[in-house]
């Protein structure tokens, strides 16, 4: 087995083979771990996305990208946001932190913090964390009961159990009179939620290096011992039921996908070894926000995410270049409302430079209220809300009766930060003031 080694860098970090001073933003590996890296981009290319760019022979850059690569030799390179800034210990549990705390929110994973929190203290990598919940997860269910199904079995044998098959009984040949071709069910833990679990368990025995990770794991596998691994993790998902027997299996399953891969935006099959997920960062903001405006919103409200009703033009009756806004919310007796969420830190400071705002994200929202919201209205690009954008920007204004507004939205609390009563403090429908739903007052 080969020695494993850990990398912790952030988004757009730099990696070299040579030896460098490593810090969040450039560190050195192996030169195996180095090609690696290079093939698996060229997988990912081939779906559409960008991990990393080849600067030169010696360096690489990642691109925004968020999660754990796992390589051949042995090398794990943790990969965590951009958000958290600064110097010490503390920026790499912060940025692991956050990380947690955005794909808990953007898979809607069962996340369960009491009682647990000795595995949120300790310095290891993500992958840990992932193992850790998945375990936790499987040990409820075990303690709640391994559901059992039955399982047709056709044999032979010298007694007589369940149906004799005749068809196959009258094709014996002679001689054979004495053997039965039989058909009966055997109640088996062999079903796909638990060849799933058993995978999942499999693949945590091999990667954990935590000691309660370890030991977890292992006493679990002796209960799995009679039951198969998966062959076909895909139809296996399908086949997993959520009726009330099963429903204390609820919890592991979002786990299980992501130990296993099926939570992937893109597939990894074949590609990483070991623990391995990536995550687009702007996606896991862009479903972060998502889910925090939905739990906010009226009841009669509805909030769409990447809506595709229209397109920017029509050519020869068809329709040409699809508008996708982020989110739509739309509610009886209102306007729709067009909301975007861009991973990008902007500086409300700079008012010279446009606080580091990009003029194709303008472009892009003036499309989009044009075509959702008939040119007039309010629509909302939000942000990270950092030391550097605290508060709502003032509206900019697209035209007569059209603003576009520039929100924080606080990562630690979940929420938007909205602007000042009285200006577009309503135009969306919350569900309330309350405390969780702050608005801002400028002076």
């Known amino acids: 087995m080969a020695l494993r080694s850990l990398v912790t860098v952030r988004e757009f970090a730099r990696l070299t083979t040579g030896t460098v001073q490593p810090t969040l933003d450039q560190a050195s590996v192996s030169d195996s771990a180095f090609d690696y890296l290079c093939r698996l981009a060229g997988g990912f290319r081939s779906n559409g996305a960008t991990l990393l760019q080849v600067e030169s022979r010696q360096w690489l850059r990642l691109d925004g990208y968020v999660g754990v690569i796992e390589t051949p030799c042995g090398t794990t390179v943790e990969i965590l946001p951009k958000h958290v800034d600064g110097l010490g210990e503390h920026v790499v549990e912060d940025a692991r932190a956050l990380l947690r705390k955005l794909l808990g929110r953007a898979l809607d994973l069962p996340v369960r913090e009491v009682g647990e929190a000795a595995i949120e203290r300790f310095d290891f990598p993500l992958t840990e964390w992932v193992m850790n919940r998945f375990l936790l997860a499987l040990e409820r269910v075990v303690r709640r009961g391994v559901r059992s199904d039955y399982v047709r079995v056709e044999e032979t044998q010298r007694f007589l159990r369940g149906r004799l098959d005749l068809t196959r009984q009258l094709r014996q040949p002679p001689g054979r009179d ?81 130990v296993l891969g099926q939570q992937m935006p893109l597939s990894l099959a074949g590609l990483t070894h070991g623990l391995s997920f990536m995550f687009a960062m702007d996606r896991l903001f862009e479903r972060t926000v998502a889910n925090s405006l939905r739990s906010s919103l009226h009841s009669d409200t509805r909030l769409i995410e ?22 739509l919310v739309e509610a009886a007796g209102r306007q729709s409302i067009v909301l975007d969420a861009k991973w990008k830190m902007i500086d409300e400071s700079l008012m010279d430079k446009h606080y580091g705002l990009a003029q194709a994200d303008f472009y892009q929202l003036f499309a989009y209220a044009h075509k959702y919201q008939g040119g007039k209205g309010d629509l909302a690009l939000i ?54 739903l702050p608005v801002y007052r400028r002076a």
């Not at 990447?306 to 989110?327: A, N, V």
């Open 178 to 258: 004495h053997i039965f071709n039989i058909r009966h069910d055997v109640y088996l833990h062999d079903r796909p939620e638990n060849r799933l679990l058993k995978s999942a368990l499999k693949k945590v025995c091999d990667c954990s290096e935590h000691p309660d990770n370890w030991r977890l794991a292992r006493e679990l596998s002796a209960l799995f011992v009679e039951v198969p691994r998966s062959t076909d993790a895909v139809s296996d998902f399908r086949a997993w039921r959520s009726d009330r027997l099963m429903a204390h299996y609820a919890d592991a399953r979002p786990w299980c996908e992501l």
């Open 306 to 327: 990447q809506s595709t009703r229209h397109s920017l033009c029509t050519h020869l009756g068809g329709k040409k270049f699809t508008l996708k806004p982020d989110m």
């Open 383 to 436: 942000y990270p809300r950092t030391e550097f954008f605290t508060r709502p920007l003032a509206p900019f204004q697209l035209g007569t009766g059209l603003n576009l507004w520039v929100l924080p939205f606080d990562l630690e609390a979940e929420i938007v930060l909205w602007p000042e009563e009285g200006s577009a403090s309503g135009f969306l429908p919350l569900s309330g003031r309350a405390p969780g």
